[in-house]
Nanobody, 127 residues
């Protein structure tokens, strides 16, 4: 069983930065493809960023965050990160990380491609 715990959320001003972390336990972290999703009040959960397993050589971003957010992983620390720069008020949401053990998934951009989810961390961006 894989457990995921997010941290690093909080309050930021527009134009500022935050770095989210997602620590994984259980199983072999390097074998999981990882993703970040977010859910704003009254909206559906949406894809933010994803990274492939092993060396994380493949990444993918939602158009709304491309060029501002960067996903990365440190297999030695069993952790995936989301560096968020140039934050906007519309980035306000609960951010969750997710892991998939399915070898058929290189980069997961939909919720159904993931097997495990963290509880989430709140990010609030003020204007």
């Amino acid at each position: 069983q894989v457990q995921l715990v997010e941290s690093g959320g909080g309050l930021a001003q527009a134009g500022g930065s935050l770095r989210l972390s997602c620590a994984a336990s259980g199983g072999t972290f390097s074998s999981y493809a990882m993703g970040w999703f977010r859910q704003a009040p009254g909206k559906e959960r949406e894809f933010v960023a994803a990274i492939s397993r092993s060396d994380g050589s493949s990444t993918h971003y939602a158009n709304s965050v491309k060029g501002r957010f960067t996903i990365s992983r440190d297999n030695a620390k069993n952790t995936v990160y989301l560096q968020m720069n140039t934050l906007k008020p519309e980035d306000t949401a609960v951010y969750c990380c997710a892991a998939t053990t399915r070898r058929t998934v290189l980069i997961g951009v939909t919720t159904w491609q993931y097997d495990y989810w963290g509880q989430g961390t709140q990010v609030t961006v003020s204007s």
